[in-house]
């Protein structure tokens, strides 16, 4: 990990933003898959836990508390410029979009606002190289950012049956971020106390609905040169929030009786397929 530092150079800094640029790209592709299958391969890159592993890993790999600070702000801006200018190319591409709003800029300036605020973050964080009883604590709090997300995506998975991917992810990021600063602890009493102190305090403020968190989609269907519109939110225990549509189709396909979005989509896809129709899911 050493032979891997991240210097205090201009050569050094270049490499993080082509990173965070790299990465921009390569989450809003993967945001384009499937999100309402067993799998959710855009949960991938979709989760907290992507972000708090990478993050973490690069306040690790800097060499001081300033070049913590750079590096994160880099990493995570550069990420969400080119996250969102890809963005606005494959909706000007993409039919029936209107140039307007293209780039969503006020989420861009958001996101970007939060960099900052990450970098100030990475900047504290860097001081579990002290080697002080506080180290221990600092080495705690992404872990417990880690844990939480674990918890609150296998959840999901266990209610919704989506997104696998994300929660298996997780699980790995987790045990590789454990076991480096389990390592590297010298308190680990203190280390383990406050993982577990911090993910219960989260738990109840930042998560406090873990299992009850909302999926929704969008179908467009098409049968006979008619074009038929649905949307469905649900809760991830199987409780219908909102849906629109046709109500006669729901009856035909029986919503009641389904208890996940992408049961229903493929319900609704196999009534008009088998009808000589069509029926996808929009963003």
């Not at 009883?133 to 997300?149: H, R, T, V, W």
Request: charged share 15%; proline share 2%.
């Amino acid at each position: 990990m050493e032979k891997i530092k991240l210097k205090d150079t201009k050569k050094s800094y270049i490499k993080v933003i082509i990173f965070g640029l790299i990465i921009g790209i390569v989450t809003e592709l993967v945001n384009l898959l499937p999100n309402n299958d067993v799998l959710g391969w855009n949960s991938i890159a979709g989760t907290f836990g992507f972000w708090i592993f990478t993050t973490t890993f690069i306040i690790y790999m800097s060499c001081s508390n300033k070049n913590a600070m750079f590096n994160t702000f880099l990493y995570l801006a550069n990420m969400c410029c080119s996250f969102y200018l890809l963005q606005g190319i494959i909706k000007f591409f993409t039919p029936n979009i209107t140039v307007d709003g293209l780039i969503e800029w006020s989420h861009l300036f958001f996101w970007i606002m939060i960099a900052m605020i990450c970098g100030i973050v990475a900047y504290v964080l860097y001081y579990w190289n002290k080697n002080t009883k506080f180290s221990n604590i600092l080495y705690a709090l992404p872990i417990a950012g880690m844990l939480l997300d674990t918890i609150n995506n296998c959840l999901k998975f266990y209610y919704s049956h989506t997104q696998l991917l994300g929660a298996i992810l997780d699980v790995i990021f987790l045990i590789l971020m454990f076991g480096l600063f389990m390592k590297k602890s010298n308190r680990k009493i203190i280390f383990i106390i406050t993982i577990i102190v911090v993910a219960i305090i989260g738990n109840f403020t930042i998560f406090p609905k873990s299992h009850n968190l909302a999926t929704e989609a969008t179908i467009v269907s098409e049968l006979d040169g008619k074009v038929e519109t649905f949307y469905i939110k649900m809760k991830d225990n199987g409780e219908i929030i909102e849906k629109k549509g046709n109500e006669e189709i729901y009856k035909e396909i029986e919503i009641t009786s389904l208890k996940s979005v992408p049961e229903i989509v493929h319900a609704l896809q196999d009534y008009y397929e088998s009808k000589g129709g069509s029926c996808s899911t929009r963003k």
